[in-house]
């Protein structure tokens, strides 16, 4: 379902894709009588995605607020528990090689989350973001 539209499209030189197509030809899907349409694929593969249970983060209570350093070596961050992330929330696609590890602290006063994204840079907060306390 990765693949692009144009290997649904009719097999012939219009086709954006016909060099690769002509060339290989069990990639191209437009036959309906061996294939369903890339659409009626694509939203299977939504209600599949649907299916996916959510990443569930348990949120540990600390007595004691800290100091934010962005590092996750701080005495309390070992005492939450740990989830694992690995697949595209929109598509469902798993992707272990980028897996986002997450945790979850709270005080009486403060929500922590802390994460290790190794392969990409987290995208910033917009720019009306506020912060909140648990009391919020």
Do not use: C
């Amino acid at each position: 379902m990765a693949d692009p539209r144009d290997f649904w499209l009719p097999f012939n030189s219009d086709n954006e894709r016909w060099i690769e197509l002509k060339d290989h030809r069990p990639w191209w899907f437009g036959d309906a009588e061996k294939y369903p349409p890339r659409m009626d694929l694509l939203n299977v593969s939504k209600l599949l995605v649907r299916r996916l249970p959510l990443p569930r983060l348990q949120a540990k209570h600390i007595e004691a607020d800290f100091e934010l350093d962005g590092r996750l070596d701080d005495a309390a961050w070992p005492s939450a528990e740990s989830a694992r992330i690995e697949s595209q929330i929109d598509i469902g696609a798993a992707e272990p090689e980028i897996a986002t590890t997450a945790r979850v602290l709270w005080s009486d006063q403060f929500l922590y989350i802390g994460y290790h994204a190794p392969a990409v840079a987290p995208t910033p907060p917009p720019s009306s973001a506020t912060s909140l306390s648990a009391h919020e």
